[in-house]
C-alpha cells in the first residue's frame, strides 16, 4: 500500500475516535501516506496527529458546496490514486475514486457498539490485530506553552489537583445547570483544596451568556481558547467531568479520569470509550431517556433554545461529588 484514505466524520467528537485505526494502519503499513479527510472543523484535531501525513479537508458549506464544486474535489482525489480508502461513514464518494481496495464500516453493526469497536473490527476483517486502542494527540509548543501561561497566571501549582469540567454542550439539552456546577466546586474546594476550571468553547448566544455569568468565582473560566489549547490545558487535569461532547471523549482517549453525565443522549454506544463505568445518569431514570439519537425529543422548544433537559437537571451534585472523590482518593494513593 503505497496511499490510503480515511475518510473520517465530520464532528469533532466523532473524529476523535475515528483516530483509534490510525496507529494500526500505520504500523500495517508503515512505508504507506496516510491522508485523512474531514470537515474544516476538526481540522485542528487532525493536523499534526502521529501517523496522519495528509489532512484532506471537505468544505461542503462552504468551498465545496454545490454539484460542480464536489465534482472538482472528487475529481483531484482521483489523482492521488489512493491504493486504500477505509470508509468511516455514510459516503459515496469512494466509488468515484478508483482505489484498488475499499473498506467500509457495516451501517447494521455501527448502530449496536461503540465506534471504537466497530473500527477495531473493520482492522481485523482485514487481517490487521491491534491488541486495544491507542491515541497519539500531538501539542505544539505554543499549545504547551498557552496553557504553562494560563496556570501560572491563575495561580495553579503543578502539585494542586485540578478538576476540568465543561459547563456548556454544543446542545443545550445535555448541559448540567450552573448552579450545580457552582455547589460541585464549592464542596471540592472544601474538602481537598481540588481546583476547577470551565473549558469549552464560548459563543454570544442568551443561554451561553446566562451559563458563564452564572458560574461562580470557585470556578476558573479558561475562556475564549483553541481546541488544541483546551486539549492542553485539560491534560493537566486530574479528572474531567463533561456531559456527552467532543471534550469528554477527547479526555477519555488521553487517559485522564473521565466522568460523564448523561441525560438525552444514549449510554450504550456512545460513552467515554475508556471510562464507561464512569458514567453517571439521574437515579430516577425519565421514561424518554434517552431521545437522541433518533431526536425524538419531548421537551418543547423553548427550553432547547434556552433551559436545561429535566434529565440533567435530576443529576445530584453530591453522586458527581461521590464519582470525583473516589477518582481523586485513588490518584493521592498513587502519588
Known sequence: MKNILVIGHSN????CYNLALI?????AYPDAVISFMTSPRCRELVENYRGIDNVIIYDRNGRDKGLLNQVRFILNLRKIRFDLAVVLKSSA???FLKSKAIWGVSCDRARHIHPVERYL??????KINPARAAFDFTLSRQDEDFAGEFFTKNNIGKND?????LPLAAWTLKSWPAGKWNDLAAKLKNVRG?????LGKSDTSVFSNKVLSSLSADIIKAGQTTLKQAIALMGKC????GPDSSLLHIASCM???AIGLYGPTSVECFYPYFHRDNIIRTADLLPCMPCCPGMNVVCNKDRIRHDFGPCMQAISVEVVFKKTMEIINKIKKII
Do not use: C, S, T
Request: glycine content about 8%.
Open 23 to 27: 496507529r494500526p494502519l500505520k504500523e
Open 255 to 257: 487517559g485522564i479520569n
Open 121 to 126: 473490527a473493520l482492522l481485523r476483517e482485514n
Open 93 to 95: 464518494r469512494h466509488v
Open 12 to 15: 469533532i467528537g466523532d473524529v
Open 194 to 198: 481540588i481546583k476547577m476550571i470551565a
Open 238 to 241: 486530574d479528572v474531567f467531568i
Open 161 to 165: 489537583l485540578l478538576a476540568g469540567i
